[in-house]
């Protein structure tokens, strides 16, 4: 049973029109975090949520935004997509206090975004 | 700033032999070390969370270690499948819930 969701899997979107990929969970963690993943390259972390505090990476760039309405739900906004920004855009949760010793994060499949 | 590297980028074996992965990290200053398995085009599957007091853990044929003075983690598994083909990626988490990624490496089960 997932218990991280992401949709869509696959998304194409042309160049410069704005995309929102959709994460969700069942596990009722206070934590989610989008990362980004390119070919053959190590996932980056763009920003994360704990609870409904936002953490935003330094390098991650203004175009990309986020949103968590509510513990379940998380959102990637990126407004103006450009060819460098295909990639797989991973979604995970984790539970934790401030002190992050135990902390096992759950990964969605993904959503593999194109941009034409 | 935490840099994680892991070696070898690409590894194939025959099947039925043991090997080990490599992870090594900069900084010593973890909360823990997480390995994951990664199919292609697939999100990234947990395979062992090993916490900073801890110096291995077990599950079915894998075995991972952690070294924190020396910085370096190893994920042992035995007895090769095809079916273990896929990308193995470590990360580390250090302050602030902060996950840092090694670029992985493909595995390559032949029968």
């Known amino acids: 049973d997932a218990m991280v969701i992401q949709n869509p899997r696959y998304q194409v979107t042309q160049f410069g029109k704005p995309v929102t990929l959709s994460c969700s969970q069942t596990?009722?963690?206070?934590?989610m975090y989008w990362y980004q993943q390119k070919s053959s390259q190590a996932p980056k972390l763009l920003f994360h949520?704990?609870?409904?505090?936002?953490?935003n990476e330094a390098d991650t760039p203004d175009n990309f935004q986020s949103r968590r309405p509510n513990t379940s739900f998380c959102f990637l906004d990126i407004r103006s997509p450009g060819l460098g920004d295909a990639a797989m855009y991973l979604c995970?949760?984790?539970?934790?206090?401030?002190?992050?010793?135990?902390?096992?994060?759950?990964f969605g499949q993904g959503t593999r975004l194109t941009v034409v | 700033k935490q840099e994680v590297t892991q070696i070898p980028a690409a590894l194939s074996v025959p099947e039925g032999e043991n090997l080990v992965l490599n992870c090594s990290f900069t900084?010593?200053?973890?909360?823990?070390l997480q390995w994951f398995r990664q199919d292609p085009g697939k999100g990234l599957t947990s395979l062992l969370l090993?916490?900073?007091?801890?110096r291995e853990q077990t599950s079915g044929r894998l075995n991972a270690s952690l070294d924190k003075s020396s910085g370096r983690s190893t994920l042992y598994i035995a007895a090769s499948q095809p079916g273990d083909s896929a990308t193995y990626l470590c990360?580390?988490?250090?302050?602030?819930?902060?996950?840092?990624f090694g670029d992985g490496t493909t595995l390559t089960v032949k029968p």
């Open positions: 900084d010593s200053a973890i909360y823990n």
């Open positions: 949520y704990y609870d409904k505090d936002f953490n």
């Open positions: 990360a580390v988490t250090t302050n602030a819930g902060k996950s840092t």
């Open positions: 995970a949760t984790s539970t934790t206090g401030r002190v992050w010793t135990n902390t096992e994060a759950f």
């Open positions: 090993i916490q900073s007091s801890q």
């Open positions: 596990l009722n963690h206070n934590v």
